[in-house]
């Protein structure tokens, strides 16, 4: 009998907060277009970056602006 192993999940590293918070403002107005826009940035600062922007581009083409701020909320420290 042969198993198969599940694919390797991707890690997601996340930007530093600094790359986030044009981001988050976006996503604070709930601007669809500047969040793409944004995200499509972070994207090319790094490959390693893809997995998280992935993770925010699904949430944006469902419309789960709430997510995405709670997402960002967590990697951006409060003062």
Not at 30 to 37: F, K, P, S, V, Y
Not at 41 to 47: A, E, F, G, T, V
Not at 49 to 57: A, G, H, K, N, T
Not at 63 to 72: D, M, V, Y
């Amino acid at each position: 009998m042969t198993r198969k192993l599940a694919p390797a999940v991707a890690e997601i590293v996340v930007p530093h907060a600094s790359e986030l918070m044009t981001l988050y403002e976006a996503a604070q107005r709930c601007d669809i277009g500047d969040i793409q826009a944004e995200i499509h940035r972070i994207k090319q600062l790094d490959p390693k970056y893809i997995p998280f922007v992935e993770q925010i581009l699904i949430l944006t083409d469902e419309f789960e602006i709430e997510a995405i701020t709670h997402l960002l909320q967590a990697h951006i420290p409060t003062s």
